[in-house]
């Protein structure tokens, strides 16, 4: 029987993040979410992306979840949305990854889902600006970015928070959501509550 090889592949760009827990998130720190429950996602932008021989660079896919407890406590519920303008192959090569097939953040979070609905192909539109950065993709998830204010001078803050261990980034700036919004599979609206941005760069296998 033949063996199969493993599509080797690498990403780089950023990614927007969001949730319910308060500004900083304990989550990125190993505590359990401010509410005891996590509903939050990421949208990430690649800059430049393979995966074997299909280029996906400038593509845009965002997943939005659900979880009951914290995130490694499973049972969570998932939306993909995948960037409408990417052809066949980018499609298929941006499901895999999403799937966790190939590794990658997505091969840790694919464990602690038991529902993903199917993927959906909506157009992107995302904005890097640091803490103003915004994505948005279709009407199924609104995520715009503001800067921490200090609450009693309205001063903005600009924190950053480095993670070394860190699976969807390890350098990521601290932010609020003015607007999270998620309306497709799974729904909720936390705008207001902790948001970040960050690079990535991930490879498989």
């Given at each position: 029987?033949?063996?199969?090889?493993?599509?080797?592949?690498?990403?780089?760009?950023?990614?927007?993040?969001?949730?319910?827990?308060?500004?900083?998130?304990?989550?990125?720190?190993?505590?359990?979410?401010?509410?005891?429950?996590?509903?939050?996602?990421?949208?990430?932008?690649?800059?430049?992306?393979?995966?074997?021989?299909?280029?996906?660079?400038?593509?845009?896919?965002?997943?939005?979840?659900?979880?009951?407890?914290?995130?490694?406590?499973?049972?969570?519920?998932?939306?993909?949305?995948?960037?409408?303008?990417?052809?066949?192959?980018?499609?298929?090569?941006?499901?895999?990854?999403?799937?966790?097939?190939?590794?990658?953040?997505?091969?840790?979070?694919?464990?602690?889902?038991?529902?993903?609905?199917?993927?959906?192909?909506?157009?992107?539109?995302?904005?890097?600006?640091?803490?103003?950065?915004?994505?948005?993709?279709?009407?199924?998830?609104?995520?715009?970015?503001?800067?921490?204010?200090?609450?009693?001078?309205?001063?903005?803050?600009?924190?950053?928070?480095?993670?070394?261990?860190?699976?969807?980034?390890?350098?990521i700036q601290l932010a609020a959501s003015k607007l999270f919004r998620v309306q497709d599979g799974v729904r909720y609206d936390h705008s207001g509550q902790y948001a970040a941005v960050g690079p990535f760069e991930y490879s498989g296998p």
């Amino acid at each position: 029987m033949a063996t199969q090889v493993a599509t080797n592949w690498k990403l780089t760009g950023t990614v927007l993040i969001a949730c319910n827990c308060d500004y900083g998130c304990p989550c990125n720190f190993n505590a359990l979410p401010t509410h005891g429950h996590c509903e939050g996602g990421w949208a990430w932008h690649v800059q430049e992306g393979r995966y074997g021989d299909i280029d996906v660079s400038g593509l845009s896919f965002a997943v939005a979840a659900d979880w009951p407890q914290a995130i490694h406590q499973g049972n969570g519920e998932a939306a993909v949305l995948i960037d409408e303008k990417a052809n066949e192959a980018q499609r298929g090569a941006v499901r895999t990854l999403v799937s966790g097939a190939a590794g990658g953040p997505w091969g840790i979070l694919k464990n602690t889902w038991t529902k993903v609905h199917e993927p959906q192909y909506v157009p992107f539109q995302v904005e890097l600006a640091d803490q103003r950065s915004r994505a948005k993709a279709g009407n199924a998830f609104e995520l715009e970015m503001q800067p921490i204010k200090n609450p009693v001078t309205g001063v903005e803050a600009t924190p950053s928070a480095v993670l070394p261990q860190g699976f969807v980034s390890k350098n990521i700036q601290l932010a609020a959501s003015k607007l999270f919004r998620v309306q497709d599979g799974v729904r909720y609206d936390h705008s207001g509550q902790y948001a970040a941005v960050g690079p990535f760069e991930y490879s498989g296998p």
